[in-house]
């Protein structure tokens, strides 16, 4: 499971910025589940007023992230997160590929039935 958040960030914010999302980081490493993950900033910035920047980390399954977002910690990085741009940041990792390795494909965790599964999300 990969979640990556992005957010809009003016130069004069980039210390503050970057300082709660090393701290938000240090929460989401804290829960079960999580594998590893990293901030950074796009190198290629095409609107002068905003960087890019991406948080995003590693897990072993979507529960073990749902679950972390309950953290109490987690929770204190809250205002953080709620700064990411609207757009999807939960994925499901299909393929992967080492370094001068065929790419290997992986099976999926979603549900076939899409109502089968908001039942049991909502249990």
């Given at each position: 499971m990969l979640v990556v958040y992005r957010f809009a960030v003016t130069e004069g914010?980039?210390?503050s910025f970057s300082r709660d999302a090393e701290d938000a980081l240090a929460a989401l490493a804290s829960c079960g589940g999580y594998v590893r993950g990293g901030l950074?900033?796009?190198?290629d910035d095409f609107d002068a007023e905003d960087s890019v920047w991406m948080l995003w980390t590693e897990w072993d399954d979507v529960g073990s992230y749902r679950r972390s977002l309950?953290?109490?910690q987690v929770k204190m990085a809250t205002p953080l997160l709620s700064r990411a741009l609207p757009e999807a940041s939960g994925f499901e990792v299909l393929a992967e590929c080492g370094p001068g390795e065929a790419p290997r494909r992986t099976g999926s965790d979603r549900e076939a039935d899409p109502e089968s599964a908001r039942r049991e999300a909502a249990r």
């Open positions: 914010e980039t210390e950074g900033r796009a190198v309950s953290n109490f």
